[in-house]
């Protein structure tokens, strides 16, 4: 398995479609406390490229279906411990789903969530990302659940499991 980090700069966004391709896992983050405070106060957080966080995640996730038609995504919020409430959380997803379900957006078929099955700690049932506690770092429940989503996702994606032919070589 390879991973490229495309660290989310401006200057990197023309690079994309080289390194994004059919049948990757992708795994997008954007900060969940950057984007409560737009959706529900209406107040910008813009990144180092000066674009406001829901724009940036939104603008990636274009770019996803643009350089792709199929592949698992998995949308991880960082950040969580700024954003404790379960209530606030809920409504992120919420206005995140529901943004992306006006658009009818192709991400929402490939979006990995959280399992909503039971409350493994994490908090993360039914919500549309992976809320994940930066000051935890393993021994959080999300950052668990999310890595617990990644092994199942790589051993059960077609990727994983596609015969691949390869060339002989004499």
């Known amino acids: 398995m390879s991973v490229f980090d495309m660290g989310g700069q401006a200057q990197f ?3 994309v479609a080289m390194f994004l391709r059919n049948d990757n896992m992708i795994v997008l983050f954007s900060r969940l406390d950057q984007l409560l405070a737009e959706l529900r106060d209406g107040t910008t957080h813009p990144g180092d490229n000066g674009i406001a966080a829901v724009d ?3 603008i990636w ?3 996803v ?3 792709t038609q199929r592949g698992p995504v998995l949308l991880v919020c960082t950040f969580a411990d700024n954003v404790p409430s379960p209530a606030d959380r809920h409504f992120v997803s919420d206005q995140l789903g529901a943004r992306l379900g006006c ?3 192709p991400i929402l078929l490939r979006l990995m969530r959280p399992e909503a099955d039971g409350d493994d700690g994490s908090g993360n049932a039914s919500l549309l990302f992976f809320a994940v506690n930066n000051r935890l770092a393993l021994q959080d429940p999300g950052v668990q659940a999310l890595k617990t989503a990644l092994q199942h996702t790589a051993e059960h994606s077609d990727a994983a ?5 390869l060339p002989l070589r004499l």
């Open 13 to 15: 966004w023309p690079l």
């Open 56 to 58: 940036e995640l939104f």
């Open 61 to 63: 996730m274009d770019a």
């Open 65 to 67: 279906v643009a350089a």
């Open 103 to 105: 658009t009818e957006h």
């Open 161 to 165: 499991t596609r015969l691949v032919p």
